[in-house]
């Protein structure tokens, strides 16, 4: 009996939330490790919808939701929501919500930050969410974070304040953006204090109980491998490290309780955001699947560029992400194509390549080759099991598989929670 570690495996906005949700039944307790609001998570259970940013997806399902080390949080952000989901029906309460008492806090000047600094850049921007993410991620590497514990000793406020403002309105003021006083920040965190630090708690110590009451741990990724630090397409990437590890050093596990990784692949491509994408479609065929796929962004509604599967990038995201299998979602939005296609390598100033670059420079000069295979007419939409599909459905899940050299696990054809097709179960592995 495993634990099980879900992360994205391109750019993120893979289905990561429907499958948590799938999954929640399965388990006890779900885990958020790293990222922070700028995570979108969908989840569709009969008439409700459910918009998760910062919640851990298994509290829809009445499961503990686990905030861990390794998320950045923005207070307010984190009741909002909470309301937001309160007024939905769900519990949200410190008995079903722990939030580890050591996480950074994102602040005012974090967004501040994240905006004036995403300006500058101009035609280089990276896209951001807006949200503080990369700033506050910088503070906490630079040790002048201030985190949640920290709000309940006020009285050292000051002095962490003076250090981070320093940092702060130096830069805001040479971005020639509005500088923020001290009174500011304080009266900003004496206002939430009394609501967020209830949900405070020692994250590692609870886990470490459950762990050993034998109860079952799913750790749910935001982003995705190809917007992590160390192994996306740099800079175009989030500020923290996606890939699967990471869920023991941001929750406070040992790498043991990471179990099962399942991975999360559409059965195409997008991104949301600047950056490299070699197999990106400016066609009506990339228009289709932006409107089948329903492919705006949850988080900032800008729409998601689309493209077809890329079977290098997706090899490449298991293996560094410690993949054991992977759940294709989306694949009802490929019906009704004459033909699909998957990338399966790169021209690079006229040699064929199987891998990806790590330059930026040699990543926007990657012109995609294709493998075509014929489509298929029939629906996939909602189909609940293996013997519903169409046989070229079949034949283009099995390229993939051969391709990216790891197993599909499970596959999803609907936003709705049920339509799910279980072919292994992660929690049994
Ligand atoms: P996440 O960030 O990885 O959790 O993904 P998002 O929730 O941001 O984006 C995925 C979108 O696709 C959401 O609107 C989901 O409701 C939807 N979705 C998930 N799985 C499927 C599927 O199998 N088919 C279709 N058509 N939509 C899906
Ligand atoms: P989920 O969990 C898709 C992208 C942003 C931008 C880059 C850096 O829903 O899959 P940031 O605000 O993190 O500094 O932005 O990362 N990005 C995402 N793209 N899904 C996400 O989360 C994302 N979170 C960040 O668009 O390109
Ligand atoms: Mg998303």
Not at 6 to 24: F, P, R, S, Y
Not at 114 to 136: S, Y
Not at 148 to 174: F, M, R, S, V, Y
């Amino acid at each position: 009996m495993s634990n099980v570690t879900v992360i994205g495996t391109q750019w993120g906005d893979e289905g990561k939330g429907k499958i948590v949700d799938w999954l929640a039944s399965r388990a006890d307790i779900v885990v958020r490790f790293q990222g922070g609001h700028n995570a979108g998570h969908t989840l569709v259970v009969g008439d409700q919808v459910y918009k998760l940013s910062l919640l851990p997806s298994g509290l829809v399902r009445g499961k503990t939701g686990v905030i861990g080390n390794g998320v950045v949080v923005d207070p307010e952000a984190l009741l909002s929501e909470i309301d937001r989901v309160s007024a939905q029906g769900l519990v949200v309460n410190p008995e079903t919500l722990w939030v580890a008492d050591n996480v950074p806090l994102i602040l005012p000047l974090h967004v501040a930050t994240d905006r004036a600094r995403e300006a500058a850049r101009g035609d280089r921007k990276i896209g951001t969410t807006g949200r503080g993410i990369g700033p506050a991620y910088e503070d906490k590497v630079a040790r002048r974070a201030i985190r949640l514990c920290d709000l309940a000793e006020p009285e050292t406020l000051d002095w962490k304040l003076d250090e981070l403002l320093l940092h702060h309105n130096t830069l805001l003021a040479g971005l020639g953006a509005a500088t923020f006083t001290k009174q500011e920040i304080l009266d900003h965190l004496a206002r939430l204090a009394p609501r967020v630090l209830p949900y405070a708690c020692s994250v590692w110590e609870r886990l470490d109980e459950a762990r050993r009451a034998g109860r079952r741990i799913l750790f749910e990724g935001a982003q995705a491998v190809m917007l992590d630090v160390d192994h996306g397409t740099y800079p175009f990437v989030t500020s923290s490290n996606t890939v699967a590890a990471v869920a023991a050093s941001g929750s406070g596990v040992g790498p043991g309780s990471v179990g099962f990784v399942l991975g999360i692949a559409k059965a195409y491509t997008t991104r949301v955001g600047e950056g490299p994408f070699p197999s990106e479609l400016f066609d009506d065929v990339g228009q289709k699947l932006g409107e089948r796929g329903r492919e705006f962004g949850t988080v900032t509604g800008r729409p998601r560029r689309c493209g077809w599967f890329d079977a290098v990038l997706v090899r490449r995201a298991s293996r560094v992400g410690g993949v054991n299998g992977i759940a294709l979602t989306k694949l009802d939005v490929l019906d009704g194509f004459e033909e699909v296609k998957i990338c399966i390598g790169y021209e690079l100033d006229g040699q064929m390549i199987t891998s990806f670059p790590s330059s930026p420079a040699a990543q926007a000069r990657l012109k995609p080759v294709f493998e075509s295979m014929p489509g298929w007419q029939e629906t996939t939409f909602g189909a609940r099991s293996w013997a519903d599909l169409p046989a070229a459905a079949i034949k283009y899940i099995r390229r993939i598989e051969e391709l990216i050299e790891a197993p599909v696990t499970l596959l999803s054809t609907s936003p709705e929670r049920d339509d799910t097709i279980l072919m292994r179960d992660p929690f049994e592995d």
